[in-house]
Each structure stands twice: as structure tokens, then as C-alpha cells.
């Protein structure tokens, strides 16, 4: 299983590169200054540089985004949800209520 994830990761990893790779050869055949439109200015950029940003903006979210998700994978193994009793114990049983010390209890 781990030899088939690891596969597959790795093909994600050469289709990122290969989609990559398109763009930013298709950024550079287009090389043309364009002018944009903004609220309040216009900007004159290349195509390319057009292109290149939104690009890499995007790899930076999902980069980001990866890393949020497996943190949040790891931190819901480590809990694991509440500890359960056996059949026919509780908790409360065990306690001694009567010589019980408040201040040794920690909230």
C-alpha cells in the first residue's frame, strides 16, 4: 500500500511539473505587453508575467492548503475521541467523595 501511494504521489508530482512546464512555456511564446484595467489605474504588463503570478499564487495556496489538511489528519489520530470504560465500570464510583481535596484537582 505504501509503495502504491508513493506511486502516486509521484505521479501527481510529474503531471504538476508537466502542466507547469506548458504554462510557463506558453507564458514565454507570448510575450506582448497588454494593458489592464483596474479600479482606479491601468497597468501595463506581458502576457507572460500575466500568466507566471495567477500560476504561481496558485501552487502557493494549494501548497498551503496540503499542509493545513495533513496537519489536521495528524492532530485528529492523535486524540482519537474519549476514553471509554469497560462494560459495567464508572467513574464515579471510584471516587471518594467524602474525603475528596479540592485543591488538588486540576482544571
Known amino acids: 500500500m505504501a509503495d502504491t501511494k508513493r506511486t502516486l504521489l509521484s505521479l501527481q508530482q510529474m503531471l504538476l511539473l508537466i502542466v507547469a512546464v506548458a504554462v510557463v512555456f506558453f507564458a514565454f511564446l507570448n510575450l506582448d505587453p497588454v494593458t ?6 491601468t497597468v501595463s504588463t506581458s ?3 500575466l500568466l507566471l503570478v495567477p500560476l504561481a499564487a496558485g501552487m502557493m495556496l494549494g501548497w498551503v492548503g496540503g499542509r493545513l489538511r495533513s ?5 485528529t489520530k492523535v486524540g482519537g475521541g474519549p476514553a471509554e470504560l469497560p462494560a459495567g465500570k ?6 471518594d467523595w467524602e474525603n475528596l481535596d479540592l485543591d488538588k484537582i486540576d482544571v
Request: proline share 0%; hydrophobic share 50%.
Open 47 to 49: 502576457v507572460a508575467l
Open 71 to 75: 496537519r489536521k489528519k495528524e492532530r
Open 36 to 41: 489592464i484595467n483596474l479600479f482606479f489605474t
Open 90 to 95: 464508572s467513574a464515579v464510583e471510584d471516587v
